[in-house]
């Protein structure tokens, strides 16, 4: 896909993948709305991804913010092309030992705020015939994953696509 004047929604983009797809992207020529709750790495993301991305602070849990989020990108760039949903929060039973609230935390993120996100930006990307949605997910849910023994991260594959 030619990416030169579309337009790419990246949650997560404040570091990391998020941060990697859109540099990407902005190198092919797309304008790219970065969503990130961590607002001063979000600004050194725009920065470093250059003029033409955008950061909006959003938490994607919320979904009073996903929806002012969602309402600023459109009224910043009248069409989206891709969203792409890779906000992710890791977790593991030794994490979630530690801090019970973890599990919720990425119950919230890795599957709730993304189905938010989509949901809200489904009815403009209808209305405007065309769009694309990717998912960034994990093969972490899979018991064939070579990584290790995957059950000491049940949760973290139960929410990210695995």
């Known amino acids: 896909m030619n990416l030169a004047e579309k337009t790419v929604v990246i949650t997560g983009a404040a570091q990391g993948l998020g941060l990697a797809i859109a540099r990407a992207v ?3 020529g797309a304008a790219v709305a970065l969503l990130d709750h ?6 050194q993301a725009v920065q470093e991804v250059g003029a033409q991305a955008r950061g909006f602070a959003c938490d ?32 593991d039973n030794d ?14 993120t890795n599957l709730l705020g993304h189905l938010q996100l989509t949901q809200e930006m489904l009815p403009q990307l209808r209305a405007q015939g065309s769009g694309h949605i990717l998912n960034v997910i ?13 059950t000491a991260w049940m949760t973290y594959g139960a929410t990210s696509g695995g």
């Open 38 to 43: 961590d607002q001063p790495r979000l600004a």
């Open 138 to 150: 994990s093969t972490s849910g899979d018991a064939l994953t070579p990584s290790g023994d995957n």
């Open 60 to 91: 994607i849990r919320d979904l009073e913010a996903v929806r002012r989020t969602v309402e600023q990108v459109w009224q910043w760039r009248p069409q989206v092309d891709i969203l792409v949903n890779n906000a992710g929060v890791w977790t």
């Open 95 to 108: 994490l979630e030992l530690a801090d019970p609230s973890r599990r919720q935390l990425a119950v919230d």
């Open 26 to 28: 902005a190198e092919q």
